[in-house]
């Protein structure tokens, strides 16, 4: 069993940074590829980013590519989301999720149903 914690949302200005964190307990950790989601009122948990097991391959939706950074640290069992250059419509809860399924491509892993584990979501506010 994986239990995961999201932290680090808050509220943040237009073009600010933020930097959430996902600690994972449970000893196969490393072996899981790992993902974000967000959510925002009234509309259905949409993809942010997700990242390969070993950290070595990571995939984003269009809207955040080159603004989000997803990273990993298998020692620490922690799943990162460096946000930056943030807009309103970042304003969402964000989810961490683990997955056990083995897809090809980590452009696969861009669905809800692909995951087995998540966490309690972190608010993440952006004021324009």
């Known amino acids: 069993q994986v239990q995961l914690v999201e932290s680090g949302g808050g509220l943040v200005q237009a073009g600010g940074s933020l930097r959430l964190s996902c600690a994972a307990s449970?000893?196969?950790?490393?072996?899981?590829?790992t993902g974000w989601f967000r959510q925002a009122p009234g509309k259905e948990r949409e993809f942010v980013a997700v990242?390969?097991?070993?950290?070595?391959?990571?995939y984003y939706t269009d809207s955040v590519k080159g603004r989000f950074t997803i990273s990993r640290d298998n020692v620490q069992n922690t799943v990162y989301l460096q946000m930056s250059s943030l807009k309103p419509e970042d304003t969402a809860v964000y989810y961490c999720a683990m997955s056990r399924i083995s897809h090809y491509s980590l452009s696969s892993y861009d669905g809800p149903t692909d995951y087995d584990y998540w966490g309690q979501g972190t608010q993440v506010t952006v004021s324009s």
């Open positions: 990242i390969s097991w070993s950290g070595g391959s990571t």
């Open positions: 449970g000893r196969t950790f490393s072996r899981y590829t």
